[in-house]
């Protein structure tokens, strides 16, 4: 079983000034301000067993780019085993060519996770601590350089690998969905029928 998605947009960004390390007494800096180098895009797959991550940057994120991603899937896992892929819906997931592929394919399996609902698919953990532990207070001046601290990063976390375990159970998470719900600022849109202009209201629950 293996959780699949793409974090797009991850940037290359390189700081006006070097950032100040943290000591005692005052936490570490950075300035504000940085230059962009340009972007890249991770896809990975998570083994929801072992927490093994099997990953590719690319620079789009098309259903070409996903389909490279799928055979790559298929070169590097026992060809023995069934995947099992859990996926979101985009719609780059479900192109003509992509499904033409998983027919000569059998062993692969394409399983969705609901509309609006990617953050159940627990790569989003992952990506998560990437970004917290290696891109976020990172310096890089190019793609590269960027898409090799990914790929040393990935390698780093599966020298030794921890899966991602749900804290919640599933009836404490659906039991708070609706008081989030209500919480929440709804809105409406609407336009002007005189004027065109576009008109929005809030309602607080």
Not at 168 to 180: N, Q
Request: charged share 25%; aromatic share 8%; glycine share 6%.
């Amino acid at each position: 079983m293996l959780s699949v998605d793409e974090k797009s947009q991850i940037q290359a960004l390189d700081r006006t000034q070097p950032g100040l390390p943290m000591k005692k007494g005052r936490a570490g800096t950075m300035t504000h301000d940085y230059k962009r180098n340009g972007t890249t895009r991770l896809f990975a797959a998570l083994n929801m067993l072992d927490g093994r991550v099997i990953g590719a940057c690319m620079p789009r994120h098309r259903h070409q780019e996903f389909l490279r991603f799928l055979k790559h899937i298929h070169e590097v896992t026992p060809a023995h085993l069934d995947l099992h892929l859990i996926v979101d819906n985009y719609s780059t997931h479900k192109t003509a060519k992509v499904q033409r592929w998983l027919k000569a394919h059998k062993r692969v399996h394409l399983h969705f996770t609901p509309t609006s609902a990617s953050w159940l698919n627990m790569v989003e953990r992952f990506f998560a601590e990437l970004t917290e532990k290696r891109i976020r207070r990172g310096v890089f001046t190019s793609v590269a350089e960027l898409e090799q601290a990914i790929m040393t990063y990935l390698e780093q976390h599966n020298a030794n690998p921890k899966p991602f375990v749900w804290t919640k159970s599933t009836g404490e998470i659906l039991e708070k969905w609706p008081k989030r719900n209500k919480r929440q600022s709804r809105y409406t849109s609407g336009r002007d029928a005189s004027t065109g202009a576009v008109q929005r209201t809030e309602t607080v629950g």
